[in-house]
């Protein structure tokens, strides 16, 4: 049985979905029967993969809806970059970017998740219908916890070393899978402790946060050993420099990496899949799920 630091791990079999069968996400409930997929909006002029849409709020919403009409679950809104060597946004920038498009899909039929560690925008978004906040801070930054505790909203965890700006530099772990499955387990017992229910809670490593290649791929090979209590973990991949580091591609080549790399989670037993490429993502789980002998 895990503890309140995640000494011991439930290692779910390859492919099977965790104990909790429902990810309460505001007014929604999110059957976790099979992986979700989380299409990725950012609102940033300096998004590491190209995408950032921080100056046409148009533009950002026509490709919120192109996300949703190509299968996507949900969708994870940022408005502040959390790249490699990245500085912090002020707080009323994150705002301006986030908040016209956040109003603008309140009624778009899916959870809207916000990327976020900054407890003001947190209060900003949950008041104008996000459904989930994404924290790469685990609720660690002073008025994050509350800013959550007393909402419906989901809630995903991140385990990230340093911050944005330092991350990269020189990471180092003595057991990189023991040592991540411990602070989400530390930081689940602190959101525990503050009121904020199992079935809110989401899991993620931190894919690139502080980690290198060899870190990346030994958390995808052990994913399964990071499953607290029956959790749901999310997996974020997409498009990231390890996929570049080991096929050589450049960020808009890396499609066919992305689509590998989230199928291997989501058969390791992610439950949340945030991608940039929905519909291609979802054709992969697709053919997995049909061999395997669901309907697709």
Known sequence: QADAVGSAFPVPALGVAPALMLLRCGAFDLPLTRPLLMGIVNLTPDSFSGDGLANDPALALAHARRQIDAGADLLDIGAESSRPGAVSTPEDEELRRLLPVLEALRD????????????????????????????????????????????DCAVCLMHMRGTPSRMQESPAYQDVVSEIAS??????????????????????????????????????????????????????????????????????????????????????????????????????????????????
């Open 108 to 151: 778009c039929g899916v959870p809207i998740s916000v990327d976020t560690c900054k407890p003001a925008v947190m209060r900003a978004a949950l008041a104008n219908g996000a459904s989930m906040i994404n924290d790469i801070q685990a609720l660690r930054v002073p008025g994050a916890m509350a800013a959550v505790a007393d909402s």
């Open 183 to 296: 602070f989400l387990g530390e930081r689940v017992a602190a959101a525990r402790a503050a009121g904020i229910a199992g079935d809110r809670l989401v899991l993620d490593p931190g894919f690139g946060f502080g980690k290198t290649l060899q870190h990346n791929l030994e958390l995808l090979r052990d994913f399964a050993r990071l499953s607290l209590d029956g959790l749901p973990m999310l997996a974020g991949v997409s498009r990231k420099s390890m996929l570049g580091a080991i096929t050589g591609r450049p960020v808009d080549q890396r499609l066919a990496a992305s689509v590998a790399a989230a199928l291997l989670a989501a058969q390791r037993g992610a439950r949340i899949l945030r991608v940039h490429d929905v519909a291609e993502t979802r054709d992969a789980l697709a053919i997995w799920r049909a061999v395997d002998g669901d309907k697709p």
